[in-house]
């Protein structure tokens, strides 16, 4: 089997979170006055660091970015319960599971929500190690990925990061190991399409693709 191992990153990859996102972020354009967003606006323009979204939207010299990043998390929290996983998630972790790859999941969010989430889609035991972030002062996830490739065994060569924004393929590349993409989440397939990487629509896509190579 070519791959091992596998990287998932979080949010908008297996979690169906990007309405949400919008609908947060909305929000709060109504309450400081500017124009809200479509879904269609955010999926070509959000990027990372999140500030450069950030001052596309609002003026930041007169609202402060971590103001808006903590207002922006209330929000998330209150329309959580509109948060389901993307169609076909359960079905590829479960392939993966059979073929016995190794299953990691690397991210921004906080390792606390992430796994609070996979408890209540019952998905956490799919994953031998959750990688998201402990406190405000992180490190990138390409410095946390290279940390634990290297204590578990993680050969670059044998391994395969899946994602959904530009920002994921450039942390695949940051580790050394393949990447896919898919197409449904945060980031527009027009701006994926660029990272010159396969771009899935849906997961059985990826899953029929990935299990033949493997």
């Known amino acids: 089997m070519k791959y091992k191992n596998i990287i998932w990153d979080w949010n908008g990859t297996i979690l169906n979170d990007t309405p949400v996102a919008v609908e947060a972020t909305n929000i709060l354009l109504q309450r400081f006055g500017y124009p809200t967003i479509t879904l269609e606006y ?6 990372t660091p999140i ?3 950030y001052s596309k939207i609002f003026d930041l010299n007169k609202h402060n970015v971590e103001m808006i990043d903590n207002e922006w998390g209330i929000l998330y929290d209150q329309l959580s319960e509109k948060i389901n996983l993307h169609a076909g998630v359960k ?5 993966f599971e059979n073929e016995n790859q190794n299953q990691i999941i690397l991210s921004a969010f906080k390792t606390i929500e ?5 408890r209540q889609f019952s998905i956490e035991h799919y994953f031998d190690d959750i990688l998201g972030t402990q406190n405000i002062v992180m490190e990138s996830k ?19 990061y899946i994602g959904d924004t530009v920002h994921d393929y450039e ?5 050394g190991v393949d990447c896919v993409l898919f197409s449904g989440g945060q980031q527009s397939p027009k701006l994926l399409k660029q990272c010159g ?3 899935y629509d849906t997961f059985a896509d990826i899953a029929n693709q990935l299990i033949v190579d493997m």
């Not at 955010?42 to 990027?47: A, H, I, M």
């Not at 942390?171 to 580790?175: D, E, P, S, Y």
Request: proline content about 4%; some cysteine; aromatic content about 10%.
């Open 42 to 47: 955010y999926r070509e323009n959000v990027e």
């Open 51 to 53: 500030v450069n979204f």
């Open 91 to 95: 079905e590829i972790l479960r392939s």
């Open 114 to 118: 992430i796994t609070k989430y996979a």
């Open 142 to 160: 390409t410095v946390r990925g290279k940390r634990y490739m290297q204590e578990h065994g993680f050969a670059p060569k044998q391994t395969l």
């Open 171 to 175: 942390t695949a590349c940051g580790l």
């Open 197 to 199: 990487v396969p771009v």
